[in-house]
């Protein structure tokens, strides 16, 4: 699952500060050690969006929402004691993630994750497991796959909330100051 691509507002600044390319410039100039140079800077600008993309991935590898009464996501609601889990709660976050904002949803399964209690974590675990060893996923127990599955989510969400922080400073003139910061350190 790969979500819309949103590219960061910073590397376009840092495209144009250390590559000397404006929007308008015309790809066909681009020798191979500036496309090398452009790979680069765009990796170093995707931790956001590869988050996203993994946390998607992860939602995705879970069985689909269903008509069915007791489908898998009833049965994680039971088991987390939490309704977020139910697919009309986080349906918008999902679609938002897809579209290539995660925010919501990783803040709403951070959040979610947070407020279990270790019996609702271990249910929880269980019933994913079981999801992902029917879908062909295969471990020592389900308890453990699906341990690792909620592990991947907390981790993954927190790594798509640090990349949107509020004051993340992720302009030029503030990974300059950083750097002199440390050199002066």
Do not use: C
């Not at 404006?22 to 600008?45: K, S, Y």
């Amino acid at each position: 699952m790969v979500p819309e691509v949103r590219q960061p507002g910073s590397l376009a600044a840092y495209l144009r500060q250390h590559l000397n390319l404006t929007p308008e410039f015309q790809v066909g100039g681009l020798d191979v050690e500036r496309i090398a140079n452009i790979a680069m800077l765009a990796m170093a600008h995707s931790e956001e969006y590869s988050a996203n993309a993994h946390l998607v991935s992860l939602v995705g590898g879970l069985p689909l929402p269903s008509d069915e009464p007791h489908d898998f996501w009833f049965k994680l609601w039971q088991a987390s004691g939490n309704p977020i889990f139910l697919p009309g709660n986080i349906r918008h976050q999902v679609l938002r993630s897809l579209q290539g904002d995660g925010k919501a949803l990783a803040d709403q399964l951070i959040t979610a994750l947070s407020e279990m209690s270790a019996p609702q974590r271990k249910a929880a675990s269980t019933v994913i497991g079981e999801a992902l060893e029917e879908a062909g996923m295969w471990g020592s127990s389900p308890d453990w796959l699906g341990d690792l599955w909620l592990q991947d989510v907390e981790r993954t969400s927190w790594r798509i909330l640090y990349a949107r922080r509020e004051n993340a400073e992720n302009s030029l003139e503030a990974q300059e100051q950083f750097r002199a910061g440390w050199k002066n350190a």
